[in-house]
């Protein structure tokens, strides 16, 4: 299932940028052509009032920068097939090379649930009902088991798929603006943006690596822990609390990897996107409070239009 769904989002992805990064570059190259040659302009007149009379080497040096990043940015055959399958595929290569063949994101991902799902099966069967205090004792045992393990891992699961998912939507949009990042290397004072955007790629690629990593973790953690096999009262509770560890470690790790990247990264979109639903939510409720609202203030206005003229005599 979940090969299945990153397997579709790859193909969609790699056609969205392939269609657009042609259309982006043909769209900014006369605003980047007239930029370079301003610079140009611009540095021909510092050469001229330059008392240590470094043009050659000045000269040299924009020519040689400029040949490189525009032999980058403005051939989109060479950066279709260097960068873009550099960035989207070399985090599932490495995760590959350490924990084996198709061992890739999606790969990892539905190893862990077809895992998880098959030791809940597993332990499903072992419920029996029989009129005996310590047969019925272990089987609710099975059941507050499969139903902590069940909450515990959708939302785990949930969470972990929103990240990768969405890094790999987001990672499309860096690589169809990437050629106007990578011109930018060329002016010193946008050279940071270009820096920005190398850091916002390598996020994705931190992040392609670190989860995968973290659902063989989890696996044995649980091989070893919750589907061991040894049903008690301290193992129910001690379940609950990898569960909740594990949704943490999920969050987690989009921080990290943004902390390793130096930016902001993917972290805060997910917090962001469950922000503005609660905002959303919020505003359904006061819509849907809005019509008895307005009918008790409707209700108000008219007694007290009601009670105008009436004497307001109290007794005493």
Same mark, same amino acid.
């Given at each position: 299932?979940?090969?299945?769904?990153?397997?579709?989002?790859?193909?969609?992805?790699? /056609? %969205?940028?392939?269609?657009?990064?042609?259309?982006?570059?043909?769209?900014?190259?006369?605003?980047?052509?007239?930029?370079?040659?301003?610079?140009?302009? @611009?540095?021909?007149?510092?050469?001229?009032?330059?008392?240590?009379?470094?043009?050659?080497?000045?000269?040299?040096?924009?020519?040689?920068?400029?040949?490189?990043?525009?032999?980058?940015?403005?051939?989109?055959?060479?950066?279709?097939?260097?960068?873009?399958?550099?960035?989207?595929?070399?985090?599932?290569?490495?995760?590959?090379?350490?924990?084996?063949?198709?061992?890739?994101?999606? /790969?990892?991902?539905?190893?862990?649930?077809?895992?998880?799902?098959?030791?809940?099966?597993?332990?499903? /069967?072992?419920?029996?009902?029989?009129?005996?205090?310590?047969? &019925?004792?272990?089987?609710?045992?099975?059941?507050?088991?499969?139903?902590?393990?069940?909450?515990?891992?959708?939302?785990?699961?949930?969470?972990?798929?929103? @990240?990768?998912?969405?890094?790999?939507?987001?990672?499309?949009?860096?690589?169809?603006?990437?050629?106007?990042? &990578?011109?930018?290397?060329?002016?010193?004072?946008?050279?940071?943006?270009?820096?920005?955007?190398?850091?916002?790629?390598?996020? @994705?690629?931190?992040? /392609?690596?670190?989860?995968?990593?973290?659902?063989?973790?989890?696996?044995?953690?649980?091989?070893?822990?919750?589907?061991?096999? %040894?049903?008690?009262?301290?193992?129910?509770?001690?379940?609950?609390?990898?569960?909740?560890?594990?949704?943490?470690?999920?969050?987690? &790790?989009?921080?990290?990897?943004?902390?390793?990247?130096?930016?902001?990264?993917?972290?805060?979109?997910?917090?962001?996107?469950?922000?503005?639903?609660?905002?959303?939510?919020? #505003? #359904?409720?006061?819509?849907?409070?809005?019509?008895?609202?307005?009918?008790?203030?409707?209700?108000?206005?008219?007694?007290?239009?009601?009670?105008?003229?009436?004497?307001? &005599?109290?007794?005493?």
């Amino acid at each position: 299932m979940f090969d299945s769904l990153f397997d579709f989002l790859n193909q969609i992805v790699e /056609s %969205n940028i392939a269609e657009m990064v042609g259309r982006f570059t043909t769209a900014f190259t006369p605003l980047l052509g007239a930029c370079v040659m301003l610079y140009i302009v @611009y540095m021909a007149w510092e050469m001229l009032f330059d008392r240590q009379n470094m043009v050659f080497m000045e000269s040299l040096k924009t020519i040689g920068s400029l040949t490189m990043v525009t032999g980058v940015a403005l051939n989109t055959a060479w950066y279709m097939s260097h960068v873009v399958p550099f960035i989207l595929g070399s985090g599932d290569q490495v995760t590959q090379l350490l924990l084996g063949s198709g061992s890739g994101a999606g /790969s990892a991902l539905q190893v862990l649930f077809d895992r998880v799902w098959s030791d809940i099966g597993l332990m499903a /069967s072992r419920i029996e009902w029989e009129f005996d205090a310590q047969v &019925i004792g272990q089987s609710l045992g099975i059941i507050a088991m499969i139903i902590i393990s069940v909450l515990g891992f959708i939302p785990f699961i949930g969470i972990a798929t929103a @990240y990768l998912l969405m890094a790999k939507i987001m990672v499309s949009f860096l690589l169809i603006i990437g050629p106007l990042f &990578i011109m930018m290397a060329f002016f010193p004072s946008t050279r940071s943006f270009f820096q920005a955007w190398t850091g916002q790629c390598f996020n @994705y690629v931190l992040l /392609s690596i670190l989860f995968p990593l973290s659902f063989s973790l989890i696996t044995s953690l649980l091989k070893e822990t919750v589907f061991a096999g %040894n049903i008690t009262f301290v193992n129910v509770i001690f379940t609950a609390v990898i569960f909740f560890a594990l949704c943490v470690l999920a969050t987690q &790790i989009p921080v990290l990897s943004s902390t390793l990247s130096g930016g902001v990264g993917i972290s805060g979109l997910i917090g962001n996107a469950v922000q503005g639903a609660k905002a959303a939510s919020s #505003a #359904a409720k006061t819509a849907k409070n809005a019509p008895g609202q307005i009918k008790q203030g409707v209700k108000d206005v008219t007694s007290k239009v009601q009670n105008i003229g009436k004497p307001n &005599i109290k007794g005493g």
